[in-house]
């Protein structure tokens, strides 16, 4: 029997909102490519962009049962994070657990592993996003844990931590530091901005803006500073 934590701290509702409001780019961008899952970590059906809380499960290898459990202790709009340490050759997730999702409002899925059932996963219209599919099943005979901190796709997550997914990606936003975050977030649209006036309104190609915004940079784009408004 492994651990489950019943209750978890919990993020502002607002700061939720308004990071889900944000592409995984421009939070990749605001946390210096820090909170990214590894690029393997990818949506099992395209989705639009969904944010939620983290809840958090760790299991074992081929076991489902740890992370179909976690479904329990969620609220509407978490969005679950399951770690079974990459392992790809059998599924621990698929339509019936998709389909318990739906019904407990759960925003989106993400699990460092494999699911099958893909085409019933996408007709829930759930969110998922694995690092493989497979049809093999998996097995429920090991009882992992629930809420505690885990590693998906190289990053780690805890619970209460705010999980914002797209087509690009998965961005972890870590509780404590979400309204640094935003912050950061909002400004780095504001340099995107000012790079799209200079585009359209001055007629200026994407090299001539970027020197323009960051100062004198080699054609390589190797000067001093980094550039992070593509």
Request: hydrophobic residues 40%; aromatic residues 4%.
């Amino acid at each position: 029997m492994g651990i489950t934590i019943e209750t978890i701290a919990r993020p502002d509702a607002q700061i939720v909102k308004e990071l889900g409001q944000f592409p995984t780019a421009i939070l990749s961008d605001a946390m210096e490519k820090s909170q990214t899952m590894h690029s393997e970590i990818k949506p099992v059906f395209p989705i639009e962009r969904v944010c939620g809380t983290a809840v958090t499960a760790r299991s074992i290898a081929a076991d489902f049962l740890t992370p179909v459990a976690a479904i329990d202790y969620t609220q509407p709009g978490d969005f679950i994070v399951v770690d079974v340490r990459g392992y790809k050759d059998a599924a621990i997730w698929g339509e019936l657990a998709a389909t318990s999702c739906k019904l407990s409002k759960v925003a989106g899925v993400v699990i460092d592993g494999a699911v099958r059932d893909s085409d019933g996963i996408k007709q829930t219209g759930v969110p998922h996003f694995s690092r493989a599919v497979t049809p093999n099943a998996g097995d429920c005979s090991v009882r992992g844990d629930i809420n505690i901190p885990v590693q998906c796709g190289g990053v780690v997550v805890n619970p209460g931590d705010i999980i914002v997914a797209d087509n690009d990606g998965v961005v972890v936003v870590p509780q404590q530091k979400a309204a640094s975050i935003l912050a950061k977030a909002k400004k780095q649209v504001e340099a995107e901005k000012q790079m799209y006036d200079l585009l359209i309104n001055e007629g200026l190609t994407c090299f001539q803006a970027l020197t323009r915004i960051v100062g004198e940079i080699t054609p390589s784009l190797g000067g001093d500073r980094e550039i992070e408004i593509f």
